[in-house]
């Protein structure tokens, strides 16, 4: 649907309950959580997957019905409504099933969009940083009393998983009884985020991605501002937090009806971010006047940037700064972002930290590997990195050659084969990416498999190493294996934080 056939003026809520909804690919953290948010909102929701995992238990644990396995040629009796994965694509059989019946069906992102109708609702965009700023901005908000619904792209143990059904209407602060609060994450890929309904929106930071789908970073740009003039007008009371710095502003804000608040560590933006790296501390002050303090569990300055968005958001939605203050100090981190996994001592007597991440930018790694190696200062940090996707890989060949300088050793198995075509698997190499790493200087190695790359670190670890996974494959699998065989020595994290004891 084009930007312009958007109808603004419609915000009254849509009713899900009494509905009979099947979601087709529910095993992934949006479509899971949309799931048991209708589920609890009065809907009736079966779903199937091609495959089990952490996902599917937990919605068994609801007592949703999923079946797993191969695709169903008919839908569970009585669906009035599916819903599909954005990875599912139209000629799927669930799909045709639903055509030959007169069922309507739509994307994951339309669904969301219905759903944010008549709520306050907030969407996190931008190239990096979304999931965790999500978390953050809902545990600020659960921890203030402001009880919002979530929908998170990652697991969170502090949120109870990735989602929460939360209250109708704002119950507390300067906002209480207003529409009850729905944050959740906005993707640009597929120009899926065009089809949210926020009332707040935030766009942290606007970089080349995608490129499999955009074709040049001013497609994307133009892309964040057709989700910015979703938001409505100031008067309506619709807001953009969006980056003083790295986020495209005067373009994307050019026109915009809505009011429009700057954040950065430039003292020229309304919201200024000061961090201290040593302490990890963030501070925040408004046209200049402190307004909050809080020391972040999460290392590096992108974490402080994405913790200051999510406490601005929760300002507005009528929490004091004071309690978000002390909600965002208490905030330990969620599933695969910077996330200490263990210790392992090895038979040597060496004692190595363990850590995984989902970063898959270029921008992502290096600003992560950089707050590891302050965060932790280890002897040697090691990184396996595994590119996610042939064509990200070969559009960001040269980004991603000088994203590893801070590491000791990168190793890098095999590119992560998902959405490209068998001609662009053709094209680029892991090892590609190693001789560009090399060329510049950079220890680096390809090694295929898994097992290969575990046997490697068994063999080279040395005494205060950090090794570090990283990628948005299962590249964590190697983190965890490497722990395992060390048990039952292994000291393992006793909980998702971003920094180890």
């Known amino acids: 649907m084009s930007i312009e056939n958007h109808d603004f003026g419609r915000r009254e809520p849509v009713s899900f309950h009494g509905r009979n909804l099947h979601f087709i690919g529910i095993g992934g953290c949006g479509m899971s959580g949309l799931a048991l948010m ?5 809907a009736h929701v079966t779903g199937s997957d091609q495959s089990d995992g952490d996902m599917i238990r937990r919605l068994d644990a609801a007592r949703i019905d999923v079946r797993v396995g191969p695709a169903m040629q008919s839908l569970p009796a009585g669906t009035d409504l599916v819903i599909a994965s954005a990875a599912i694509k139209p000629d799927h059989p669930e799909i045709l099933a639903a055509q030959a019946k007169g069922i309507q069906w739509m994307t994951y992102a339309e669904a969301l969009g219905m ?6 609702s907030v969407s996190i965009a931008g190239t990096h940083g979304k999931s965790t700023t999500t978390a953050m901005t809902s545990w600020v908000g659960i921890r203030c009393g402001l009880d919002p619904s ?9 949120l109870g998983g990735g989602t929460r059904t939360g209250s109708r209407f704002i119950p507390t602060g300067l906002q209480q009884d207003r529409p009850g609060i729905l944050i959740c994450e906005a993707c640009e890929f597929n120009r899926s985020f065009h089809q949210h309904r926020p009332m707040i929106g935030l766009i942290n930071n606007i970089e080349e991605d995608h490129l499999d789908y955009y074709s040049s970073l001013d497609e994307i740009i133009g892309s964040f501002q057709d989700f910015a003039k979703l938001i409505p007008s100031a008067s309506e009371g619709g807001k953009l937090l969006i980056a003083q710095e790295g986020a495209h502003r005067r373009q994307v804000v050019a026109g915009l009806g809505c009011q429009v608040a700057t954040f950065g560590f430039s003292p020229e933006a309304d919201f200024q971010v000061v961090h201290d790296p040593q302490a990890n501390r963030v501070g925040v002050l408004w046209h200049g006047h402190w307004i909050a303090a809080w020391n972040n569990r999460m290392p590096g300055s992108h974490n402080a940037l994405n913790a200051a968005a999510a406490g601005i958001i929760n300002n507005w939605l009528g929490a004091d700064w004071d309690e978000v203050a002390l909600a965002l100090g208490e905030f330990a981190g969620l599933d695969r972002r ?12 060496a004692r190595v930290k363990v850590f995984d991440d989902y970063g898959h930018h270029p921008t992502e790694c290096e600003k992560t590997l950089r707050a590891l190696r302050a965060a932790q200062n280890p002897k040697r940090l090691i990184c396996v990195f595994q ?16 994203s590893f300088e801070v ?4 190793i890098v198995p095999h590119i992560y084969f998902v959405r490209d075509s068998e001609a662009e698997k053709t094209r680029v190499c892991a090892q590609d990416l190693v001789d560009r790493l090399v060329s510049r200087g950079t220890r680096a190695t390809h090694i295929g498999s898994f097992d290969a790359i575990t046997e490697h670190l068994e063999q080279h670890s040395e005494d205060g190493d950090l090794i570090v996974t990283m990628g948005a494959g299962p590249v964590n699998e190697i983190a965890k294996k490497f722990l395992v065989r060390g048990r039952p020595q292994t000291e393992f994290s006793p909980g998702m934080l971003g920094q180890a004891g």
């Open 38 to 42: 209708l589920r609890n909102r009065g």
């Open 407 to 410: 590491a000791d050793e990168v």
């Open 150 to 158: 979530v929908i998170v792209g990652a697991t969170c143990d502090q």
């Open 338 to 349: 910077s996330q200490w996994l263990g210790t392992r001592p090895l038979a040597s007597g």
């Open 387 to 402: 590119p996610h996707q042939h064509s990200r890989t070969r559009f960001l060949l040269e980004q991603f050659a000088t």
């Open 115 to 120: 759903a944010q109708r008549g709520m306050t």
